[in-house]
């Protein structure tokens, strides 16, 4: 393969110092696309273009710091790097996706450097959270309990924090978050005379659709308080009190059984070593006929291995904690538990345009948000929102609505 070219230059890699070589050469391993690179200090400005065609992005550091933070940390040390104000872009989204076309070549390229950011990336898991009871309610805690007031600055009036489905692209995202909403009741084919099951209820958006178009009884749960608190006013002002109940409690501890079960994106939050816990629980919960639907986000098969033996950006600062399973992952650890898998849909795309909404109004949001946290809070949570969606655009990740069964009826 030949190396990439350098369109064009303002200086020449012989003049630099140690510090924008080693940058260079990092940038030089491109092999997709094209990046515009410009270092501080005045070093100049290169044009990357790698052998196959592909997106294009501009990358400006302000800080050399960086090279040494993606040596040691990978992708974790690329955010850091953002959060720490030491390079900006005029599109992170577009950035992050051709970074992630072009991963495995801007990996470390000798044995020993891989060696060493193994070794390092390896032991951030001694610091991950496990997902026991108490872990799970920190972990959430985390994340969640940041405040109402926060995610009622970006997300749209039903509160759904996960992705939407859109019948067209002008569709207003609180519409597509609805339509969302009645693909999985149809999915349950949920009626008036079933009682449903919400792990992981959120601020009671599902639940309170549930209820108002079936006329079915739905118990949520949740381990943050401030989704608790939220909900039960929620449904309060909804007129459905009477038949949506909200508790703070852990799934694991949920003793009933009931004729529906579904799960919306808080598979992630369970992490690897619960998951045989988790679907025995929903087959458990679940009454002899009863259905089971679980909207998660998945990742594909053949990155599963790296990706669980590695701590990404989401791990450490997103969801402490959490993990994503492979499809195929995913169906099996749920036969283990006797559930069987009826039918499944992907909407990968839906997610993008999701994340892309939703970037738009943190970014509306702005000077609210500075205000209540900080700039670097700011850049971390643009981050992440742009760092999903370019996950969900290259096809890294997807999002997946599943329908599982006991297979006793």
């Keep these: 393969m030949s190396d990439p070219k350098n369109a064009a230059s303002t200086s020449t890699s012989d003049s630099l110092g140690w510090a924008a070589r080693l940058t260079l050469k990092v940038a030089q391993r491109l092999r997709v ?41 990978g992708d974790v040390g690329f955010a850091e790097s953002y ?92 519409d597509a978050q609805r339509h969302k909403f009645d693909l999985l009741i149809d999915m349950l084919k949920l009626d008036e005379t079933h009682h449903l099951l919400e792990i992981g209820c959120g601020w009671g958006g599902f639940a309170i659709h549930a209820a108002q178009r079936s006329g079915c009884r739905v118990t949520g749960i949740t381990l943050s308080t401030e989704q608790l608190n939220a909900a039960r006013q929620r449904a309060e002002a909804a007129g459905v009190s009477d038949r949506v109940e909200f508790r703070l409690q852990d799934y694991r501890d949920v003793p009933e059984q009931f004729d529906r079960v579904v799960s919306i994106e808080m598979y992630e939050a369970v992490g690897e070593s619960y998951w045989p816990v988790y679907f025995r629980k929903i ?18 098969h053949g990155q599963f291995d790296y990706y669980r033996n590695n701590v990404d950006f989401i791990q450490k600062y997103i969801f402490p904690g ?45 000077s609210d948000i500075v205000q209540q946290f900080d700039e670097r809070f700011l850049r971390m ?5 742009d760092y999903c969606r370019a996950g969900f655009t290259s096809g890294h990740i997807d999002m997946m609505q599943i329908a599982l069964s006991k297979g006793e009826a």
């Design 33 to 73: 696309g094209q990046l515009s690179l410009t270092l501080p200090n005045g070093d100049g400005h290169f044009e990357i273009t790698g052998d196959m065609d592909g997106p294009s992005a501009a990358l400006q550091l302000h800080s050399y710091r960086l090279a040494g933070k993606l040596i040691r940390s």
């Design 83 to 174: 959060m720490a104000g030491e390079w900006d872009t005029p599109d992170l989204a577009a950035l992050l996706y051709l970074l992630h076309l072009n991963e495995f070549y801007l990996l470390p390229n000798t044995p020993r450097l891989r060696r060493l950011a193994e070794w390092y990336r390896r032991g951030q898991h001694l610091f991950i959270r496990r997902n026991n009871r108490s872990g799970s309610r920190r972990n959430i805690s985390y994340h969640y309990d940041l405040g109402n007031d926060f995610y009622r600055l970006w997300l749209d009036e039903t509160w759904a924090y996960s992705s939407a489905v859109f019948q067209h692209e002008r569709q207003p995202l609180a």
């Design 283 to 300: 087959h458990d919960s679940l009454k002899a006929s009863g259905r089971a639907v679980i909207q998660a986000i998945t990742i594909q």
């Design 322 to 366: 959490g993990m994503l399973a492979s499809p195929e992952v995913f169906r099996q650890v749920a036969a283990r538990a006797g559930l069987v898998t009826e039918t499944a849909e992907f909407y990968g795309e839906h997610y993008a345009e999701t994340l892309r909404r939703w970037h738009v109004r943190v970014q509306a949001a702005r």
């Design 381 to 385: 949570w643009r981050y992440y929102l």
